[in-house]
């Protein structure tokens, strides 16, 4: 393991440590899709799934010293393609970790899942082994922009996924994809009116952007609608949704009340996940310092790493001058904020230490508070990079 020691500029003392979730990365897919940035592997062959379970587990018993005794809210499987495994493989995953974590029987257990690999007995099995949250990768319900998109499902796959979903989880999120080639207003609001049909909980609405090391960068798509169209799409979705009943709680996220994902609520407010699997990443607090770590992300190399006994291979602390930021990324994409007294739970410094900061901010008309709140104005949210900006160390 490569580990960056940094001896940061002061102390912190946390007074208590934040929720844990628990999130486990799942690297294989069907087909890596031009637009995806992610660690996963096309699986050109066999995926190894019982080593990789017997991996997992084995990532978890030793990461257990650095959370022991304390209480795990929630589980996500993510990827890749999670549904790509069996039903069984995943019963024995969340044994595994029922088994070893302090898991409550209520715990909400998201698994994501791409229409391409839909089953209808596999998705009730999915439910039978304790998924109880479903995240149907849909992006989109027109042909000609999932061919676009390289998806290995078609629309009439798609339908049929999330109609079963329903039926089947008590609670659904669907993935959507705006501001693609060729796409205008009113194709995305047939997206919409095509999700809400299925009556999901939650919807996830991503603009599409070009990540560096994807096909897309190296070969980015024709006729992108520009900044003024989109801009009118994510305005026709917002009030879209709105009518529909959904809050939109994220930057990317709606949900209708008290359906938002607990998951990545923990995220947003800056709590605490520990990640197994390939290329997983976690944030975990101690009473003094808060680190961050980063698993192997080649499949073949995280097996190896974890049967060495040294799964992460990288791991280093935030230094006490980069926290304020840290924080800030993640808690103002709530579009609510977060209560004042959170600042320095999470991060063990005093709100005075970003004074100068939010006081810029509150000029600038991107972000409004109260003696309870702090929270990004409407501006804040469309131009929530210039936002973050003021709080680089």
Request: glycine share 6%; charged share 20%; proline share 7%.
């Amino acid at each position: 393991m490569s580990v960056v020691s940094i001896t940061p500029p002061g102390k912190i003392s946390l007074t208590a440590l934040p929720s844990l979730a628990l999130y486990i990365h799942i690297p294989w897919c069907l087909k890596k899709c031009p637009y995806c940035d992610f660690n996963s592997h096309e699986a050109r062959e066999a995926v190894p799934e019982q080593s990789y379970i017997a991996a997992l587990r084995s990532d978890l018993e030793q990461a257990l010293p650095q959370i022991w005794g304390r209480r795990v809210s929630t589980v996500f499987f993510g990827g890749g393609t999670p549904s790509l495994f069996s039903a069984e493989g995943i019963d024995q995953i969340i044994t595994d970790a029922r088994m070893l974590l302090n898991l409550p029987p209520d715990a909400e257990i998201t698994l994501e899942a791409n229409p391409g690999t839909f089953e209808r007995e596999k998705f009730q099995d999915f439910q039978a082994a304790g998924v109880n949250r479903l995240s149907l990768g849909i992006q989109s319900f027109n042909p000609a922009h999932l061919q676009t998109l390289g998806r290995v499902h078609d629309d009439a796959q798609a339908r049929e996924a999330a109609g079963a979903a329903r039926e089947i989880f008590a609670r659904l999120n669907l993935d959507l994809i705006y501001g693609l080639p060729q796409q205008g207003v009113a194709e995305l609001l047939r997206d919409v009116e095509t999700a809400l049909s299925f009556r999901p909980d939650h919807l996830s609405c991503y603009h599409l952007t070009i990540e560096p090391n994807t096909l897309f960068h190296r070969y980015p798509p024709a006729n992108l609608p520009d900044d003024e169209i989109t801009a009118e799409m994510q305005e026709t979705l917002e009030a879209r949704l709105a009518d529909a009943g959904f809050e939109h709680y994220e930057t990317s996220a709606f949900a209708l009340p008290q359906q938002a994902s607990r998951h990545n609520l923990n995220y947003w407010r800056f709590g605490d996940y520990l990640g197994i699997g390939a290329g997983a990443h976690s944030k975990i607090s101690f009473p003094d310092r808060i680190v961050r770590q980063m698993r192997h992300k080649q499949p073949r190399a995280y097996m190896d790493g974890v049967a060495a006994g040294q799964p992460v291979q990288e791991a280093h602390e935030i230094v006490r001058a980069d926290l304020p930021f840290e924080f800030m990324m993640n808690a103002l994409r709530l579009t609510g904020g977060f209560p004042v007294w959170l600042f320095e739970e999470r991060t063990g410094l005093p709100l005075s230490v970003v004074e100068r900061q939010l006081q810029q901010a509150e000029a600038k008309g991107l972000l409004v508070r109260t003696h309870e709140s702090i929270a990004p104005t409407q501006l804040g949210q469309r131009f929530l990079n210039e936002l973050l900006q003021i709080f680089l160390a």
